[in-house]
């Protein structure tokens, strides 16, 4: 599923766009940039990291929620290529 058919009809553009992020404020950015970071260098991640989330309006739970989402989704991927899980039809690569 698509999510970017949820998004608010002004925001479309921008999110199907070649540059999506322009679609998100500067505290959003940041999330996405942490998810990106956690996902890419979880060993690079440090408080610093947390309380510069805080300073741009990020709430505790928000990092959190960002956390526990982003390396749950990290794990379960990891655990399906691992055991050869074939894709479901609708998560296959458009071709």
Request: glycine share 4%.
């Given at each position: 599923m698509d999510l970017r058919a949820e998004a608010p009809s002004e925001l479309r553009p921008l999110l199907c766009g070649p540059d999506p992020r322009s679609a998100l404020d500067p505290k959003h950015k940041a999330l996405l940039d942490y998810a990106i970071k956690l996902t890419k260098a979880p060993a690079s991640c440090c408080p610093?990291?947390?309380?510069?989330?805080?300073?741009?309006?990020?709430?505790?739970?928000?990092?959190?929620?960002?956390?526990?989402?982003?390396?749950?989704?990290?794990y379960i991927n990891r655990v399906a290529d691992a055991l050869g899980v074939d894709l479901e039809p609708e998560m296959k690569p458009h071709k």
């Amino acid at each position: 599923m698509d999510l970017r058919a949820e998004a608010p009809s002004e925001l479309r553009p921008l999110l199907c766009g070649p540059d999506p992020r322009s679609a998100l404020d500067p505290k959003h950015k940041a999330l996405l940039d942490y998810a990106i970071k956690l996902t890419k260098a979880p060993a690079s991640c440090c408080p610093e990291d947390i309380e510069q989330l805080r300073s741009l309006g990020a709430s505790d739970l928000e990092i959190h929620n960002l956390v526990q989402v982003a390396a749950y989704f990290n794990y379960i991927n990891r655990v399906a290529d691992a055991l050869g899980v074939d894709l479901e039809p609708e998560m296959k690569p458009h071709k």
